[in-house]
């Protein structure tokens, strides 16, 4: 790496005039073999055993295997078997710096420089991972002094025969919080390599608390790429008791909240290398750990879960480690953007936003955002369908389950998501096969199709809602549906593809999708679960896609952002890439969803349903 984004070939090699000198780089097998050295070169293919004599090392005459010369052919002459000169045979060496027209590149001073101040509120204390006094040794015009720590910070290597093998896979880099960092590589701890190589970071504070902690992680601008870095918290009774996964390829030097928790003692937090798709090619970095005490328990502690319709999926602004590596087997397409509704969300009793009071550490509230574009039940939680989440795949992207990421507690007030319209590609392909040829209105078997996946999926949605509130018994649960996505009213060249009919057929499955949905909750409130639904429908109606104000995009091409369809890419959708072949362009994964306008209509919807339902957060 030369600087971000030039990365350039760290071993050059030699090259030569032509594939037969090549070749001969290596000396041929007789060439070490005469009578200089008494070595037969008649007798080194033939297959004979040394053992009879008959080996083309004819020192010492006789098979006596004690003697130091058995079978050796000992070789102090020179030898050549290219011309180098003359011929120009050999090699020629491409030097990495020759000091002429390739010289030592001058020290990137801009290049990752560390984060010296922490930016976070007064009276937050800081453990660093060097120890307090210690000054780290920096690059030149980035050096950030001595580091002030409020706590303790150490390592723990799994064992092995007396050994310990994860030590020599960590490494350390000046950069991140206070110019210092540590980072290994990920590991399966069903591996034995990977039990081998287990690395374990812990961050002591250095004092009690007893009081509401949020509690924040440093992720360094490089050098951290799992989506899947397991932090387990210590809330002060010297056990593990919470968790917390998120992903650390933020690509900057920023806080990540890992939520709020009620101390009581001396708080840990725990990190190790292992992950649930380790494989010793991605980095996982320890860092700096802080801890934000806080008057009392926030209003609000917000789980934010689902599918697109609620990761913000077609209103752009998207997070990084959210919105990442095309082309390549990490790819995150799961797009959480900073304009989704629930960021926009005001909350009873509140004057600012979710996303507001996030982004400054508020002490109101405290919002755990997991949702995912492309997300189906299934990877939000286990359903009996049998279907079992492919975690590289769309709708998961190398993430863990929803509900197994930490953001679900008993100290959770409000859950809100939109799910369910992923499954068995419902909607997508019932959109696809109303826009090619064809009229899909007129096929009798078009409604009645789409409508029995509907109806599977209701079952696994019921289940996904009973385990969130088995993880959250004290939240309100409010399960948002789906908006008709074009107008029935309004043609427009986005509509190009789908006339009057196959509008109202789209919407009447729509409509049917958000009836099973509306009476599975009704269902379970009945039965003492604390969930409501929001439909949305008519807020939308006079802004779908093709109406004046829009709040739905139509056919977006694509790709917008890092997350979005490319040609290629091992996860991508094949049909979202039919519609664009013309250029290399996509179907993006931005069409018909809320754009900006759109999530600011979805907010107001779930405003105003908890105002009905009384929401207040926090007694």
């Excluded at 420089?113 to 800081?126: N, Q």
């Amino acid at each position: 790496m030369f600087k971000p984004g030039d990365m350039q070939a760290g071993y050059r090699a030699a090259w030569w005039n032509n594939n037969a000198a090549r070749t001969r780089a290596k000396p041929p097998n007789m060439i070490f073999c005469t009578e200089a050295n008494d070595c037969d070169d008649d007798k080194i293919l033939d297959g004979a055993s040394n053992k009879t004599g008959m080996g083309p090392c004819l020192l010492p005459g006789d098979p006596d295997e004690t003697n130091p010369l058995y079978l050796k052919c000992w070789w102090h002459e020179s030898v050549k078997w290219k011309d180098c000169e003359a011929a120009a045979e050999c090699g020629n060496p491409v030097h990495r710096f020759n000091n002429a027209d390739y010289p030592e590149q001058p020290n990137e001073n801009s290049s990752y420089p560390p984060r010296c101040s922490s930016g976070l509120p007064s009276g937050s204390l800081i453990v660093d991972d060097i120890p307090n006094g210690v000054t780290p040794t920096g690059q030149p015009g980035h050096t950030c002094g001595t580091s002030s720590s409020a706590g303790t910070f150490a390592f723990d290597f799994a064992a092995s025969n007396g050994t310990y093998p994860g030590k020599i896979d960590l490494h350390q880099i000046g950069a991140g919080y206070g110019d210092h960092f540590w980072f290994t590589h990920t590991r399966k701890s069903s591996d034995s390599d990977g039990a081998r190589l287990r690395t374990t970071g812990t961050w002591t504070l250095g004092k009690t608390l007893n009081q509401w902690t949020r509690i924040m992680i440093h992720v360094p601008d490089h050098g951290a790429h799992t989506q899947q870095a397991k932090y387990e918290i210590d809330t002060g009774s010297g056990s593990y008791s919470r968790t917390r996964t998120v992903g650390q390829e933020r690509k900057a030097n920023t806080w990540v909240s890992l939520g709020v928790y009620k101390l009581s003692g001396t708080p840990r937090v725990k990190l190790t290398s292992h992950t649930l798709d380790g494989t010793g090619d991605e980095d996982v970095a320890w860092d700096a750990v802080a801890f934000q005490p806080l008057a009392a328990k926030p209003k609000h502690i917000v789980a934010v879960l689902g599918d697109s319709f609620t990761s913000g999926e077609g209103a752009g602004s998207y997070s990084t480690e959210s919105n990442k590596d095309h082309g390549t087997s990490q790819w995150n397409g799961c797009r959480r953007s900073a304009n989704a509704w629930p960021r926009k969300l005001v909350v009873p009793g509140s004057s600012e936003s979710l996303g507001q009071i996030s982004d400054a550490w508020g002490a109101s509230a405290e919002l755990g955002f997991v949702a995912c574009s492309g997300a189906m039940t299934k990877n939000v939680a286990y359903v009996p369908s049998g279907n079992s989440p492919q975690r590289h795949l769309e709708g998961q992207f190398h993430e863990v389950t929803q509900t197994e990421s930490g953001v679900l507690s008993p100290d959770t007030t409000l859950v809100m998501l939109t799910l369910g319209g992923n499954d068995e590609g419902g909607f997508a392909y019932a959109m696809q096969e109303c826009g090619g040829l064809g009229d899909c209105s007129a096929d009798s078997g078009f409604l009645p199709k789409y409508k029995a996946v509907v109806d599977r999926m209701v079952p696994d949605l019921r289940a996904v809602m009973e385990e969130v509130a088995r993880r959250a018994p004290n939240a309100r649960i409010v399960l948002m549906g789906y908006p008709e996505l074009l107008s029935r009213t309004v043609k427009c060249a986005g509509s190009l593809y789908y006339d009057g009919s196959e509008v109202k057929a789209l919407a009447d499955l729509v409509q049917y999708a958000n009836a099973g949905q509306k009476a599975m909750a009704d269902g379970l409130r009945a039965g003492g679960t604390k969930i409501e639904y929001a439909d949305p429908v008519s807020a939308f109606v006079g802004h779908s896609g093709c109406d004046d104000p829009e709040w739905i995009n139509k056919f977006v091409l694509g790709p917008n952002g890092d997350g979005d369809f490319h040609l290629g890419d091992p996860a991508a959708v094949p049909a979202a890439c039919l519609w664009g072949v013309m250029g290399g362009k996509c179907l993006s994964r931005e069409s018909f969803h809320p754009k900006d306008a759109g999530t600011t209509g979805y907010a107001e919807v779930m405003r105003q349903r908890l105002l009905a339902i009384g929401y207040q957060g926090t007694p």
